[in-house]
Each structure stands twice: as structure tokens, then as C-alpha cells.
């Protein structure tokens, strides 16, 4: 290594600086473990939760109130969650929003004094989240992406990187890791996903982990066509138009209508069903920032038509994610762990999205079982990683991968990458042959990954960047293919029934070469039964 390169060593390091990964790192530190965390971003405002808000799955702990909420999830899931995680969350959420409390959220509180805890605001959520972090004695390496793992036989063992603003490399050991990097959004440009590339399903791949639930990915957000800002609750109260003026749909049935609609044309939104000054006022409260992109525009969205568009959101809103083997949301490999979008939600959200409340639960929950696992695991090594001999994992997308002299150019890359995976008549419109095609297309793409890389700090980047898009969307159109039903985020035009032989999940593992396998999950009786009792 040159001089300019750093290293350190810890108990525990945690790479992602969303919610996820800041209780993983404080719950690690709380552990006694040495942590540090390491983020392509700024921990407090990058990634998608920081510059929005978020809803919790709250549920008060009712017995019959909560048996109902998973009963309701599990059947909603296509029988794929398991009812024992979700009333995990149900009961980990709520300790850890009186955590927050204590820390200083600002809680609202009802007519009796009793505090709301079922949203939090992003920004101030995560400037909390921040502060608690660093006194917990958490080291934050901000702007610092990871690029590949460290492993060795005994399983993984810390990580490279890269300071995007220094141009130093870094090199942390530690005995364990969690991943908590999110999922993948492929670039599309909603509000606060530009860091959600996909890079850490790829690291964690190169050692030898396992994914599950990629086929559930079908997931598009609506947004203001010159903005960002995904808020789809906002169109109930809106009306869809056509190009000639025309009104289309109102509305709840609005959204599951918008893929449908843009299929034939434009689509234009008014939020004309807000017909009063109270309405008005109570939706620029509640969502602010939705209104931010549109008066910039010049635009009243309560009296003007303004142009929609869809915006894939990937494996980010999607269910799937690296698989996990237990409680302690372990991988498939030694000393690796993974909380938030770069998990699968399956046992927890089954075949459908998390949405905003499951998906925000999960990442607080998940954060912390990761990081107490993974501090327990590290502090019972025998030895520090600082002594093992360890090897870097990356393969694609970085210069020790380049086998001949072709440059990788990134920004082609991704952009052949996004017309595979962002058109709906590819993606969310699924058809065997059409999606066997734009497998096709990837694969072809995967020999530019052994390029020559640019000498820069942001062609490194860049190029591991195209690297996970193009191998997260080979597992994806390669999980949809496998799965030869439709189910919950899941659909084949060629296969429109659920088939209740194949109640299972569907596992990947490989990259140059992808192999499936299936799990079993424990509720996959009730719905045969259910079927068979509908039969008779």
C-alpha cells in the first residue's frame, strides 16, 4: 500500500450510513465492541430516509390488535414472511422509538399527553441518530464508500475503501461486518437513492453470500416528473388527466392505475380533491417536502396539472436482499450480517413491499439484532483480525479485475444497464421472453467489467457502481424467471396465478454463473389449506 493509504482495526465494522446502519453501530458499541462506521455518504443525510420522513409500524400491544396485523401481512405476503419476525419487530420498534424519545426526538403528543410515535422526520430522526452514534464512540468515516471485503478462510474480515474527497484508500479489519449499505435503485433518480447502487449485495456475493427474494422487485414510485420526491399517498387526493385534459382516474384507485395509464400516453395529476383551505393546509404539513420540486416549478399542485412519471425503485421498496440464516440476521458467511435493504425482508414482508412503515422498522430493528450479533460474534474470536491473513474479495468493476486493456467506461455502462431495467414494459409489464431477452443483454455486458478502470476516485466508484447494477439486475430478471408464478411484487404474463406448490423462497447464489435453489418457509400449509378449503 502507499503511504497515503490508512488503516485501522476494529471489533466491528459497519458499512451504510442509513438508519440501519447507525443502530447497528450503537448497538455494537453498546456491546463494548470497537466500531467503526464507514459510509458513501454523510451519516445524517444520506440515503433515502434522511431528507424525508418515514412512517412506523406501531401496534399496540394488544394481543388479538397485533395477531390480526401479521395474520393480515402473512396472508397479504403470499405466506413467504413468518409470523414469530414480525411480532419481533412489532415488539423491537417499539423499544427502540422510546430509545429515540430518550435521546431527544420531539414527539408529538395527543389530546391526553400520550406521545405519537408513529412517524419520524428524517432529518432531524437522523441528525439524532448521528450525534447518539458518535457518543456511543463510534468512529463515522463519512464519504468513504467501500468497494470490496476482506475474507479468508475462516469467513469475513473487514473491508476497502476509498475517501471520495481525499482520494486516500483505506483498509479496516474487524471480525465481523454488517452490511447495511441498502438496496439497489439503479440511479433512477428519486430523492435521496443516488447512493443506492447495489455495491454491497456484490461485496457480499464475492465472498460467497447468498441472496433471496431478488424476483420481488417489481416496485415503481410516482413522482413529479421534474422532481424527485416519491410520495405516492399524495395522489388520494388527486386527479389523473391525459394529455387532452381529460380525467382519467381519482383517487385511491389512482396509483395501482398509473403503470397501466403511461402505458398509452402522459399522465397528468391535480390534487383538486383537497377542496378546501383546511385539506390544503393539512397535506403542506404533513408531506412538505412533496410541495418543494413543484412551487420551484411555478407550479400550484391544487389548481395546476403537473406531469407524472414512474421511478423503479429496485430492491430499495423491493423485498429482496442477502439472506439471512438466523436471529441475529447472520448471512451464509462467517462474520458477515446484514440489516436494512441490503437484507432480504422476506420473513418479515413476505412477497410484497415493506413500504414505509415495514421497510423503516425493519431498518431500525434489523440494525440493532445485526449489530449485537455481530458485536457477540466478533468479541468471542479468539483472535484479533489484525493477525489473520486476509485477502481482497473484489472482483468486478475494480482495477485487480481488469484482465485486458479496453477501458470501462462507467457512465455507458449504467446506462445500458437502465435501459434493461427501468421501462415498465420490460420490468414491471414481465413477460417470459421479454425478460429472457434483457437478461441476455446484461450478460453480454459482463465481460466490460474487466476493463481497464480510470486512474480517479470517481471512476473507482463509478465503475463499481455499473459493476452492481448490471450483476443486481441479472438476479433480479434471473429470480423472475425462476419464479414461474405471479405473487405479490412478483409477475409473468405467461404464469398470472399464484401456485401454491411454489410457497417457498427462492434462493441465488454466483455472479459469472447464477444458481437458484428454494427454501421452505413455515406458513406455506396454510395456504395450501386455504386453497384446497376454497376448492371444496
Known amino acids: 500500500m502507499s503511504q497515503q493509504d490508512q488503516q485501522w482495526t476494529a471489533d466491528v465494522l459497519v458499512l451504510g450510513g442509513g438508519p440501519a446502519g447507525a443502530w447497528a453501530a450503537w448497538k455494537a458499541a453498546s456491546q463494548g465492541a470497537k466500531v467503526i462506521l464507514a459510509d458513501k455518504g454523510y451519516l445524517g443525510t444520506s440515503g433515502a430516509t434522511a431528507p424525508g420522513g418515514t412512517t412506523l409500524l406501531v401496534i ?27 411480532h419481533r419487530v412489532l415488539d423491537q420498534v417499539e423499544h427502540n422509538l422510546e430509545l429515540v424519545a430518550q435521546w431527544g426526538y420531539p414527539f408529538p403528543k395527543d389530546g391526553e399527553g400520550k406521545p405519537l410515535r408513529t412517524h419520524l422526520h428524517g432529518p432531524e430522526y437522523m441528525q439524532i441518530m448521528r450525534r447518539t452514534v458518535r457518543k456511543a464512540g463510534v468512529k463515522i468515516m463519512d464519504q468513504s464508500p467501500a468497494l470490496e471485503l476482506l475474507h479468508d478462510e475462516h469467513g469475513v474480515g473487514g473491508a476497502r475503501g476509498i475517501n471520495r474527497l481525499t482520494g486516500e484508500t483505506w483498509e479496516i479489519r474487524a471480525n465481523a461486518v454488517v452490511m447495511a449499505t441498502g438496496g439497489c435503485a439503479f440511479l433512477s433518480k428519486g430523492l435521496g437513492c443516488n447512493v443506492l447502487t447495489g455495491e454491497g449485495l456484490l461485496m457480499s456475493a464475492e465472498t460467497g453470500a447468498e441472496l433471496s427474494g431478488m424476483e420481488f422487485s417489481r416496485q415503481y414510485a410516482p413522482s413529479f416528473a421534474d422532481g424527485t420526491v416519491t410520495r405516492g399517498r399524495m395522489l388520494a387526493w388527486a386527479t389523473l388527466y391525459d394529455a387532452g385534459g381529460r380525467p382519467l382516474h381519482k383517487g385511491d384507485r389512482t ?18 380533491l383537497a377542496d378546501t383551505a383546511e385539506k390544503r393546509e393539512f397535506l403542506r404539513r404533513a408531506h412538505p417536502i412533496f410541495f418543494m420540486p413543484l412551487e420551484r416549478a411555478g407550479i400550484d399542485p391544487f389548481r395546476h396539472k403537473f406531469p407524472l412519471t414512474l421511478r423503479y425503485e429496485g430492491t430499495m421498496r423491493g423485498t429482496g436482499g442477502l439472506r439471512l440464516t438466523g436471529s441475529d440476521c447472520a448471512t451464509t458467511v462467517p462474520g458477515l450480517y446484514a440489516a436494512g435493504d441490503a437484507a432480504s425482508r422476506e420473513k418479515v414482508t413476505g412477497a410484497i413491499s415493506g413500504g414505509g412503515a415495514y421497510n423503516a422498522s425493519w431498518a431500525m430493528c434489523s440494525g440493532s439484532w445485526a449489530g449485537q450479533g455481530a458485536a457477540q460474534y466478533a468479541l468471542a474470536q479468539p483472535r484479533g483480525a489484525d493477525s489473520r491473513r486476509l485477502l481482497a474479495a473484489g472482483r468486478y468493476g475494480l482495477p485487480a479485475g481488469a484482465t485486458h486493456s479496453r477501458a470501462l467506461d462507467a457512465k455507458p455502462l449504467i446506462a445500458a444497464v437502465q435501459r434493461e431495467i427501468l421501462p415498465l414494459r420490460i420490468n414491471y409489464f414481465r413477460s417470459v421472453p421479454v425478460v429472457q431477452s434483457a437478461l441476455q443483454r446484461l ?42 408464478e405471479s405473487r405479490g411484487l412478483q409477475s409473468l404474463a405467461e404464469y398470472p396465478a399464484l401456485d401454491p406448490r411454489q410457497t417457498h423462497r427462492l434462493i441465488l447464489s454466483g455472479i459469472d454463473k447464477i444458481v437458484t435453489s428454494t427454501e421452505s418457509v413455515p406458513h406455506a400449509h396454510e395456504l395450501g389449506r386455504l386453497q384446497e378449503e376454497r376448492a371444496i
Open 443 to 484: 450478460t453480454d455486458l459482463m465481460p466490460s467489467l474487466h476493463g481497464r478502470i480510470a486512474p480517479s476516485v470517481q471512476g473507482t466508484v463509478q465503475s463499481r457502481e455499473a459493476a452492481a447494477m448490471l450483476i443486481v439486475g441479472r438476479w433480479i430478471y434471473t429470480a423472475a424467471l425462476a419464479r414461474k
Open 255 to 272: 396509483f395501482g392505475s398509473l403503470p397501466e395509464l403511461m402505458q398509452q400516453g402522459p399522465v397528468y395529476a391535480c390534487l383538486d
Open 60 to 86: 399496540p400491544p394488544v394481543a388479538d390488535l397485533r395477531e390480526q396485523a401479521v395474520q393480515a401481512r402473512l396472508r397479504a405476503g403470499g405466506y413467504l414472511s413468518e409470523n414469530a419476525w414480525i
